[in-house]
């Protein structure tokens, strides 16, 4: 079960702004990519046919979300095209009036991964040929594994054919390629190597036909004989291997299936899509910056202003007044005879080098001639994370310049030692939020979607710089989660499948309530101190400790954490870390390290000691995009047995990252996060705290800076 301040709402975000790409015929408006064909995606959710894959991938990028039903089956999928030749899926699937152990009621829920890879794409003469695993990392359910190819024939015509193994070798089987070990599904969660591509083989295929330029027809032979659900259930009865559909695509790429399939069944399906890289407002909707202002050649040695302090009051307050119509607070300004330092909040723009331009060209205007060295200090919470050094004559004589070439003339460098002091005027600082929240829980065995509506009100003060107390408190206002039933049946003290016996004890939480100090004990040097109300879950006290040179793409940190459990009605009071379970440790901890493959990727290693106790190690990788997208996947192997985890035998999750700014066009630095984990267990379970020190530095560093420079004059 994973519960989270963000609702999964992916597809009713995407149905509005859904973006794919195709060939002319198919290319919506909104895409840029017209040579690249939005396939038909199967009831897998995946490029196919009916419920046959084919060699297919989706435009690089592309995020999909599919929900289909035929029978006694639904399936819901989320599909992420990670690469150009790589799509990988996580699936949550109902059979109904099953006796399958494990059904509630007859209905048997199901949660798998898919990984599809293409080794050739296609040519004047070569199909595209790829190699998939279905249902690797799971129950085996819907295990199978598959070879297939695809070829444009005629204009709009594809054939494909493949062969497969496992549920897609279980129908006429043409030969074999030895044994297939029986289905151990043991506590699901966990790849069965011996069984790929083992076992019964068969043939199967189909031929699709681009009929219009919104009507895509499809006829399908299928290998599967679909054994289980016509043997373990009621409800479906499999009379043919052939069946027929169609896609009718709609204007903004989404997709509505029809089917007629396997001889006794009508099925229906849609698909909804869309992809990071197009936003669904090219360019965003925000104001124009205003133009740069070159200097006047007979005022640039004029040095009169620096001995008349009204002068430099009123540049300040010039400047000050200018950059928050902008969403852009000035902390601190230090003038000298030829160099300007400000200090700024950027509270509006999701790509910190837009913030950096626009207070560029603001200081232009504001700051007298003889100036020409601008030092431009962005800072989150009080903390100068670099400082960006451009010179005035580049910024006056590149104005009209693509991007790149101011950016060859900026230095990005360490803040320490060239931060002005804060204005007097400035601290403390109070802000306030009432808004509404949604809150979910996935996959609770005897509910797959749980759901909490209310109101929470948040506030901080920023006592000083880098010196936060903040909080949260929610008012429940109605839902279903309270209604998750808490089982003991747990080996590992129970640090997160407690988790209902928060939810049912109170319909108003104090969330978190938190003092937090952050700094730069010295260069390439941050810390954190949060001390309080944690989360929902935990009280005590958290220190981080980040190494992170303003030029590197690594980054190494170590985190320390006292907690003691919170009363379940999550009010002031503190609990015993005894469970039914065994007793939860006082301390837990990791080391980090953080790296910028490149190429969009990001991956972060912790290493240390859980909530519960056992020790390992969590990998993360994301692919990120400019605009602030990111899609990833982690996993957390401990010393934990797999029977001692229980069902899913490890952690593992999906985290997706929409930027508001990328949805609605506007400016913005908020984004909707949302975890989804197959099933929540107490193993590998970490602490979650807010502020941890990556998170809040690295937008401001060099690599990241480079990623969208091509904001800089927007």
Not at 302 to 330: F, K, N, S, Y
Not at 340 to 369: E, K, V, W
Not at 456 to 467: D, N, V
């Amino acid at each position: 079960m994973q519960t989270t301040a963000m609702a999964l709402v992916v597809c009713s975000i995407s149905a509005g702004t859904a973006s794919a790409q195709g060939q002319e015929r198919l290319s919506p408006p909104l895409l840029q990519y017209p040579q690249d064909r939005v396939p038909s995606f199967n009831a897998y959710g995946l490029p196919g046919l009916v419920d046959m894959p084919t060699a297919e991938m989706a435009p690089d990028a592309s995020f999909g979300a599919t929900v289909s039903h035929f029978g006694t089956t639904t399936r819901a999928t989320l599909s992420f095209q990670v690469l150009p030749r790589v799509i990988g899926s996580f699936r949550y699937s109902l059979l109904e009036n099953s006796n399958l152990p494990g059904n509630r009621d007859g209905d048997y829920y199901d949660r798998s991964f898919d990984l599809r890879f293409q080794l050739l794409k296609e040519g004047t003469y070569l199909p595209d040929l790829s190699v998939g695993l279905q249902d690797f990392i799971g129950t085996g359910l819907y295990g199978a594994e598959y070879v297939v190819a695809t070829k444009e024939i005629f204009p709009g015509v594809r054939v494909t054919g493949g062969v497969g193994w496992g549920r897609l070798g279980s129908y006429q089987s043409f030969g074999s390629t030895g044994t297939r070990p029986s289905n151990d599904v043991g506590r699901g969660g966990t790849a069965d190597y011996e069984r790929f591509f083992r076992g019964d083989a068969a043939a199967f295929g189909g031929l699709s036909w681009d009929m219009t330029d919104n009507l895509r027809m499809k006829v399908e032979y299928s290998s599967d004989d679909y054994e289980l659900e016509t043997t373990r259930a009621t409800g479906f009865d499999r009379k043919s291997p052939w069946s027929v559909g169609g896609d009718y695509v709609f204007r903004n790429g989404n997709q509505l299936s029809l089917y007629y399939a396997y001889g006794s069944e009508i099925g229906a399906q849609f698909t909804v899509l869309t992809n990071p890289r197009t936003a669904p407002v090219p360019g965003g909707n925000e104001t124009a910056p205003v133009p740069v202002s070159p200097r006047r050649a007979d005022q640039a040695a004029d040095l009169g202003w620096t001995t008349q302090p009204a002068r430099q009051t009123q540049v300040r307050e010039a400047l000050g007044e200018a950059l928050d119509d902008q969403g852009i607070t000035l902390e601190g300004l230090s003038l000298e005879a030829d160099r300007a330092t400000a200090r700024i909040i950027n509270r509006r723009y999701n790509a910190a080098p837009q913030a950096i331009g626009r207070t560029a060209r603001l200081m232009s205007r504001a700051l007298p001639d003889s100036i020409s060295e601008f030092v431009i200090v962005p800072t989150t919470g009080g903390v100068p994370a670099s400082a960006v050094v451009i010179r005035r004559g580049d910024l006056e004589r590149l104005e009209f310049d693509a991007a790149d070439a101011i950016y060859d003339r900026v230095a990005v460098v360490d803040a320490v030692g060239r931060t002005p002091p804060v204005f007097a005027d400035q601290y403390p600082k109070f802000n306030w939020s009432l808004a509404p929240y949604f809150r979910y829980s996935a996959f609770d065995p005897d509910d797959p979607l749980r759901t909490d509506y209310g109101a929470r009100l948040s506030a901080s003060l920023e006592i000083a710089p880098g010196l936060e107390l903040a909080g949260a408190v929610s008012q429940r206002l109605g839902g279903t989660i309270d209604e998750a039933t808490y089982s003991a049946d747990t080996q590992l003290p129970a640090v997160r499948t407690a988790a209902p016996l928060y939810a049912r004890e109170s319909d108003t939480s104090l969330d978190r309530l938190t003092l937090a100090h952050y700094g730069r004990p010295g260069k390439d040097l941050y810390s954190r101190v949060t001390a309080g109300y944690l989360e929902r879950m935990y009280a005590g006290v958290s220190g981080e400790l980040l190494w992170k040179p303003v030029d590197s793409r690594l980054g190494l940190g170590a985190e320390l954490n006292y907690v003691r459990r919170r009363d379940f009605d999550q009010g002031f009071g503190i609990q015993s870390n005894m469970t039914p379970s065994g007793e939860i440790p006082e301390f837990n901890g990791h080391v980090s390290a953080y790296y910028d493959l490149g190429y969009g990727f990001h991956t972060q290693l912790d290493v240390g000691s859980y909530l519960a106790g056992d020790v390992g190690a969590t990998l993360s990788v994301n692919r990120e995009f400019a605009n602030g997208w990111r899609v990833g996947a982690y996993a957390t192997k401990t010393d934990v047995s797999a029977d001692e985890f229980g069902e899913g035998s490890f952690d593992k999750g999906i985290r997706i990252s929409i930027p508001l700014n990328w949805a609605l066009g506007s400016p913005s630095r908020r984004a909707e996060n949302i975890t989804i984990s197959p099933i929540t267990r107490d193993g590998g379970a970490k602490l979650g705290v807010g502020g941890r020190l990556y998170g809040r530095v690295r937008s401001d560093h060099q690599p990241e800076m480079a990623k969208t420079w091509g904001r800089f004059w927007r």
